[in-house]
C-alpha cells in the first residue's frame, strides 16, 4: 500500500487503541446520555449531538473490560459511518499519528480472544503495540467469529 494513513488514538483500560482518522467526525467530552430501556449492555444511551441522535457504545463492556472507576469521566469518540453516526466511550484519547500501512501486522497469538475479533491489524510503537479497530466490527460484529 502506497501513502500513510492517520490514525486517531485513545485509550482504554490498558489498550492503546486507534481507528482510521477518515471516521472520526469529532471527540467530545461525555455528554449527557438519554437511556434505552431493554438494549444489550455496551449501549450507554444515546446523545443529542447538535439535533442528531448519537447511540453511545462503551468500549470497555464490549470488549469485556471492567467498568470505569468511580468518578472516571469517559470521552466520546464520534465516528460517521454508512449508516448513520455513532459515539465510542473510551477512557482517554490520545494524539493522531501517522502509520505505514506497510508496517500493519496481523493481531498477535497473545491477544486476548475477547478483543482479537474487533482489531484489525496492530502497529508497533516506540512504547507500546497500537491496535487498529474495525469499528464495523465493533458496532455490530461478533468477536467470537475472527
Known sequence: MAGRTSLCTFYVA?????????????????????????APSMVRGLIN???QIVTVLDLRDRLGLPPRAEGMKPMSVVL???LGVVSFLVDGVGDVIEADPDDFESPPPTLDESIRGFVRAVCKQPDTLLLILDPDQVIGGN???A
Open 143 to 145: 468477536a467470537d467469529a
Open 49 to 51: 449531538l447538535r439535533g
Open 80 to 82: 460517521s459511518r454508512e
Open 14 to 38: 490498558d489498550l492503546f487503541l486507534g481507528v482510521d482518522l477518515l471516521r472520526v467526525q469529532e471527540v467530545n467530552q461525555h455528554l449527557e446520555l438519554t437511556y434505552v430501556p431493554l
